[in-house]
């Protein structure tokens, strides 16, 4: 019995491995994301200046996320500028920077006081740099140097 399940999860893999290269080659994004970043285009406003913007917002209407995008060439979508989310009481929860749809930049989370609980820096979507954690009275926890 065990042999069988081996081979049938053997062949599920293989099913899955040959239909991710297929899809990758014919869609260069594949069907699931060219379908979820349609589905983001389609939400996303424009301020007045021009940015593209997605707002994300609570049941009660409250502004959730706002995260800055661009468009590229294909018409897809990609995070570019800055994302900052907040509490359902309206307080800056976390904010931070994207570049070319990777975390580039300042990275600061927020404890429901708006104190701060960590800052840090993002390069091309990897941590850098010196990251602090901070307890609810400002007080330092940690420190690791990336």
Known sequence: MGRTVN????????????????????????????????????RLEYEEDGQAVLLERYPSGAVSSRTEYSIDERGYPYREGMETNWTTSGKVKRSLGWRHNEMHGEYREFFCDGTVKVSGQHQNGNRTGTWKWYNQSGGLVAEEEY
């Open 7 to 42: 081979a049938i999860v053997c062949g599920l893999v293989f099913f899955a491995v040959v239909c991710a290269v297929y899809y990758s080659w014919k869609h260069p994004m594949g069907p699931s994301v060219t379908a979820a970043w349609k589905a983001y285009r389609d």
